[in-house]
């Protein structure tokens, strides 16, 4: 009887799935070029530490100029908008007005000019003066809109003089009656009250009828019915006439009170301060660099053995790496130390949202300043080839 050998099956392993492998290989690859550049930076601390601290101070620097940047920006928002009451146009004195950055408001420099406007309309003078009270300095609005007897006071106007709702404070002589309401420094008074303060210095805010709020037109409109010029942009000043802000009009999602707030922003990153915070940024990056061409510098022969056995890109992905625990350390630094100077300096100006915008807005600079950090002094090293590398230094 025939015995058929049966050949026992042989079943094939199955690999294992590609996408693990390269997930692994690429974490793998990250803990070994953290790793290296973590040594690096044991073997070196000095330069490290000094590294970062020169890049921190930069850092330092360019976010306390973008946080008075952005905190005058956020105050310049919100003083048009105690100024404004919602109304859409807003009549200005020949002689202009300006922010005081000593009582946080918008004052007039000269008197509110004559005005008639329209038939349906709503005009509403607003009388400026400042207060010295017991407590400093503050700016006073008088107006119609506010009733007999009473101040409408700001929160912090509330805080500085020590009152709350329904207290009684006398301005000018005029004993009234407190209500608080919003925030800033402003008092608002009946316009006879800051009359006395103030004379006649001040402005008007204009409403057209309700049946045509939703115009984009209102500027030209008024200035046909009263032969006063108008504009959309703050930054235009009067000259030698009142002058019609259009807070609605025009074109663009910009409204009026951004553009206001970015002429202060853009007075405090284009004055002198400014240029000194960029300067002291390049210099910080300077100092980056110039301690990643010495750190090529020194280890040069270490470089050329791993170019030699194909490694070069390691080389670049190593600089990458440490170029960003620097730049990240450097950041971290910079920031706090810029939110500690701001609240121990400036603490009625800087505000921490102020301070938030200005971190992120220096963090959008830190990835291409690390890259470009890195590529420097590596694209200097790859010029060579490894034989010249493990040569004898140069």
Known sequence: MAVTAVEPAVSTPRPPPLHADATGARNSTVVRLLRFALANVRRRPERFVLSTLGIALAIMAVTVVRTISSSFAITGEETVTTVLQDAPLWVVPAAGVHYDSDVEAIVADGPAPDLTVPA???????????????????????????????????????????????????????????????????????????????????????????????????????????GLPTTTDPGVQPSGEALVYDTVGGSGAVTFQQKFSALFSGQVTSSALGLISTIGLVLGFIIAVSSFLAAVQERRREFGIMSSIGLADEVLYFFLVESALVFAAAYLLGITFAGIAVAAVIPAIATPVAWLQAAGTVAAYLPAMAIVGALVPVHRLLQQRPVQLLGADA
């Open 120 to 226: 349906g309309w709503t005009a509403s003078r607003t009388v400026t003066a400042l207060w010295d009270s017991d407590a400093g300095e503050l700016p006073v609005y008088g107006s119609d809109a506010v009733p007999d007897g009473t101040a409408v006071l700001g929160a912090t106007a509330a805080d500085r003089l020590g009152v709350a709702a329904g207290d009684p404070v006398t301005v000018g002589g005029t004993d009234l009656q407190v209500s608080v309401d919003g925030e800033g420094t402003v008092l608002r008074v009946p316009e006879a009250v800051a009359a006395d303060l103030g004379g006649d210095t001040g402005w008007w805010t204009v409403s057209p009828p309700a049946g045509d709020a939703d115009r984009n037109d209102l500027g030209p409109l008024l200035a046909d019915a009263t």
